[in-house]
């Protein structure tokens, strides 16, 4: 199954009076970039968080957040009384100084209140029970972010095969055009050499006809091309194919190449031109497959 390198999930998970939230985002990138953003206190569980998104993540630019909310009635915040203090002396003589009175006592405490690390919580390391949950609220967030991904691949995989059929159209309308190149060189030629007045043996201009014609030969670019098409939506069932359909891809656009410098006619031309843009739009998809 083709997945998409972008992906989003988010799962959750209790422990006692703590509510773990974990979000997975991602972009697509040549190798694995994780990054994971947690509180302190989770610090020595992010081997683990790694080791599972890494399993399941593969490729691609990742960034896991980990948030924790206290669901209890009061938390372990405590108020710095000194750093309070501090705090209200220093506004009151900043107030009077500039002439102004604090009338509203309860406001000023509720201001001070917000101050930076006027309320802080009391450093501790996670329990087992938090670090548990966590672990079960990433495995959440990784199956969501992974449905995700599925679902944006299987969208990819329908444009780009959609396209290689595409592809294949265009070379089945070059064979009209490519029977008729041989007439036309053969009467090009001929009409040269009679404005130039030239003699010419006929059995040495035949042989070089024929030498001019095999050099304009392209059935073997196109049982190539064909070829690679098959292979396309053949490997295209794979999991984690990403890389293996660029080669392919790549491939298919050295024959296409091959074939429009062979063309010598105008709307054989614009119809490899049509395939190139076609294999450019899978291209850009592919960028995105895992």
């Given at each position: 199954?083709?997945?998409?390198?972008?992906?989003y999930g988010r799962g959750t998970a209790a422990a006692a009076t703590k509510q773990i939230t974990v979000e997975?985002?991602?972009?697509?990138?040549?190798?694995?970039?994780?990054?994971?953003?947690?509180?302190?206190?989770?610090?020595?569980?992010?081997?683990?968080?790694?080791?599972?998104?890494?399993?399941?993540?593969?490729?691609?630019?990742?960034?896991?957040?980990?948030?924790?909310?206290?669901?209890?009635?009061?938390?372990?915040?405590?108020?710095?009384?000194?750093?309070?203090?501090?705090?209200?002396?220093?506004?009151?003589?900043?107030?009077?100084?500039?002439?102004?009175?604090?009338?509203?006592?309860?406001?000023?405490?509720?201001?001070?209140?917000?101050?930076?690390?006027?309320?802080?919580?009391?450093?501790?390391?996670?329990?087992?029970?938090?670090?548990?949950?966590?672990?079960?609220?990433?495995?959440?967030?990784?199956?969501?972010?992974?449905?995700?991904?599925?679902?944006?691949?299987?969208?990819?995989?329908?444009?780009?095969?959609?396209?290689?059929?595409?592809?294949?159209?265009?070379?089945?309308?070059?064979?009209?055009?490519?029977?008729?190149?041989?007439?036309?060189?053969?009467?090009?030629?001929?009409?040269?050499?009679?404005?130039?007045?030239?003699?010419?043996?006929?059995?040495?201009?035949?042989?070089?006809?024929?030498?001019?014609?095999?050099?304009?030969?392209?059935?073997?670019?196109?049982?190539?091309?064909?070829?690679?098409?098959?292979?396309?939506?053949?490997?295209?069932?794979?999991?984690?194919?990403?890389?293996?359909?660029?080669?392919?891809?790549?491939?298919?656009?050295?024959?296409?190449?091959?074939?429009?410098?062979?063309?010598?006619?105008?709307?054989?031309?614009?119809?490899?031109?049509?395939?190139?843009?076609?294999?450019?739009?899978?291209?850009?998809?592919?960028?995105?497959?895992?």
């Open positions: 199954m083709i997945k998409s390198m972008t992906g997975v985002r991602s972009l697509n990138g040549k190798q694995l970039d994780l990054g994971v953003k947690l509180p302190p206190a989770l610090r020595p569980a992010e081997y683990e968080l790694r080791r599972l998104a890494s399993a399941t993540v593969v490729r691609g630019k990742c960034d896991i957040y980990v948030s924790v909310e206290d669901t209890a009635a009061a938390g372990a915040s405590r108020l710095d009384a000194s750093l309070f203090a501090e705090y209200h002396r220093q506004i009151s003589e900043a107030a009077k100084d500039a002439g102004l009175r604090l009338d509203d006592g309860a406001a000023l405490a509720a201001a001070i209140v917000r101050l930076p690390e006027v309320m802080s919580s009391e450093a501790r390391e996670a329990t087992e029970e938090e670090s548990t949950a966590t672990v079960r609220a990433l495995e959440v967030a990784l199956s969501a972010f992974d449905a995700f991904r599925a679902q944006e691949g299987a969208v990819l995989l329908a444009d780009m095969l959609a396209r290689v059929g595409t592809i294949g159209e265009l070379m089945t309308q070059v064979e009209p055009f490519e029977r008729a190149r041989v007439p036309a060189v053969r009467a090009r030629i001929l009409d040269n050499i009679a404005a130039m007045g030239l003699t010419v043996d006929n059995n040495r201009l035949e042989q070089e006809i024929v030498f001019w014609v095999e050099k304009l030969d392209i059935t073997e670019e196109k049982v190539r091309l064909a070829k690679h098409c098959d292979y396309f939506r053949e490997t295209a069932g794979e999991e984690g194919a990403g890389r293996k359909l660029g080669f392919i891809a790549q491939e298919m656009g050295r024959e296409i190449n091959t074939l429009g410098s062979k063309a010598n006619d105008a709307t054989i031309q614009q119809l490899v031109v049509r395939m190139k843009d076609e294999l450019e739009k899978i291209k850009e998809q592919l960028l995105n497959i895992l």
